[in-house]
């Protein structure tokens, strides 16, 4: 029987590429299109300038300014449904009714670990938001960008839509 160990082999590299196939996942980038959704759902963490800082992105759009945050839980296409946390920088001058605001979200799914970095204006004494986001980081490598908006309850309860 020459030939035994070159099926053997055979097999051995069959059973190795299965195994290689079943347990790395498929880390192909994938990119946000409009259909994409991103919800989150939070409570309220408290106001605070030691809160926010976690990311470049939330810096102060006009002196002064305060911090807003939550932790609350994520669902989406790309990541999947895991734990959120929410820093919002906003500005306290209110000359027009609405507020500008520089955020950041971090996700951790089973699917993906992204931040989202997210700007735009809060109205409505600070119960509504809309503006742009996108994906800053993304371990998968997922890129894209689209808007974002919320609100926030009276009892303080966070609800934000990314497309």
Do not use: W
């Amino acid at each position: 029987m020459k030939y035994q160990p070159a099926i053997r082999g055979t097999i051995i590299s069959a059973v190795a590429l299965v195994t290689a196939l079943a347990i790395l996942p498929l880390s192909r980038p994938a990119f946000a299109a409009s259909h994409d959704l991103l919800t989150y759902h939070g409570g309220d963490r408290g106001l605070g300038a030691f809160s926010c800082g976690a990311s470049a992105y939330e810096t102060c759009p006009s002196d002064p300014c305060t911090c807003m945050t939550s932790t609350g839980y994520s669902s989406g296409d790309l990541t999947g449904s895991g734990f959120a946390t929410l820093a919002m920088t906003v500005t306290e001058n209110d000359s027009s009714g609405c507020q500008q605001f520089n955020a950041a979200m971090f996700v951790i799914a089973p699917k993906d670990l992204e931040e989202l970095d997210f700007s735009g204006m809060s109205c409505d004494n600070l119960r509504t938001f809309s503006g742009n986001y996108t994906i800053a980081v993304s371990q998968v490598g997922n890129t894209g960008s689209g808007t974002v908006s919320g609100r926030i309850t009276k009892r303080l309860q966070y609800t934000l839509t990314f497309q």
